[in-house]
């Protein structure tokens, strides 16, 4: 049985923590706007590799969607570049 995990900060410190141990170096991310919600798309040598975005409804997060399916990704642009 999974050991499950309550609370806000015990559920950010479990995702986060477990993407340290599996996330690329040179992954960068990106706070942008998806579908009119905020989200965050993840680029690996500039090319998109994943999207985060959250379900939320009265101040509280109800859901949690990853997608990292290559060809529902192909529509992004790639990493912008800041400016200088």
Do not use: W
């Not at 990106?30 to 965050?40: D, M």
């Not at 009265?58 to 290559?70: D, F, K, S, V």
């Amino acid at each position: 049985m999974p050991n499950l995990i309550q609370g806000a900060d015990n559920v950010a410190r479990g995702i986060f923590g477990g993407l340290q141990k599996i996330v690329p170096k040179n992954l960068v991310r990106r706070v942008v706007e998806l579908n009119g919600e905020l989200g965050v798309v993840s680029y690996l040598d500039g090319k998109p590799h994943s999207v985060l975005t959250l379900g939320a409804d009265e101040g509280r997060i109800h859901a949690i969607y990853i997608l990292t399916n290559p060809e529902k990704l192909a529509h992004l642009p790639g990493l912008p570049i800041p400016p200088n």
